[in-house]
């Protein structure tokens, strides 16, 4: 009898063992869904401020122009636009692309609430694959920022933001917006395949 009643026992820990592991699992994966949707969120308003920051900058200056020292000069007014820089206007379009994304990839992520590993690979794919052209706008868009900032002498490119110092404002808030969601979708990535670990494992 004594036997019995110690197996029986130490069957019911098993089981209050088993649920309490099962309840912890369940929160985490909770807490792992509301980390995933806020993080899509964040990203969302990121691209979207990058989004309408770029696409608005753009700056009326009258500038003094001469076409070489003891030339007499002529004051003209001159209007800088984003798409006046090609770099710009791919930068324009990977965020474009990124903020469609992030809308569509929220509501994949509510739907994937379960936890389905096809979904969650699919979306770790499409988040690798934003990264990546986030990542390389931002390239695009600080490589004329910092000739815009510092010129480049060898090439006789002069520098601009002394000049249209509000134009290099606005586009140095839209790339720091723009890198602020790269990296969101850099721990989205992170996030995406700590889940699929777990499970295979």
Request: net charge positive; with cysteine.
């Amino acid at each position: 009898m004594e036997s019995t009643s110690g197996a029986v026992e130490r069957a019911g820990v098993r089981d209050r063992d088993r649920e309490k592991l099962l309840g912890e699992t369940e929160r985490g994966r909770t807490g792992g869904v509301i980390c995933d949707l806020l993080l899509r969120i964040l990203s969302l308003l990121l691209t979207l401020g990058a989004l309408l920051v770029i696409a608005s900058d753009e700056q009326p200056q009258t500038v003094f122009y001469t076409l070489a020292p003891g030339i007499p000069g002529f004051i003209t007014r001159i209007t800088v636009y984003f798409h006046d820089f090609p770099s710009l206007t791919y930068f324009l379009v990977a965020n474009g692309v990124a903020v469609l994304y992030s809308i569509l990839s929220i509501i994949m992520s509510l739907i994937n609430r379960g936890g389905m590993k096809g979904l969650t690979l699919l979306l770790v794919i499409l988040d690798l694959t934003i990264l990546a052209l986030l990542f390389s706008s931002l390239g695009a868009a600080l490589d004329v920022g910092l000739i815009a900032y510092n010129g480049l002498q060898r090439a006789q490119w002069w520098k601009i933001c002394n000049v249209f110092q509000r134009f290099c404002n606005m586009g140095a808030a839209a790339v720091a917006l723009s890198a602020g969601a790269s990296l969101i979708f850099f721990f989205l990535v992170v996030l995406g395949a700590a889940t699929l670990h777990r499970r295979i494992l």
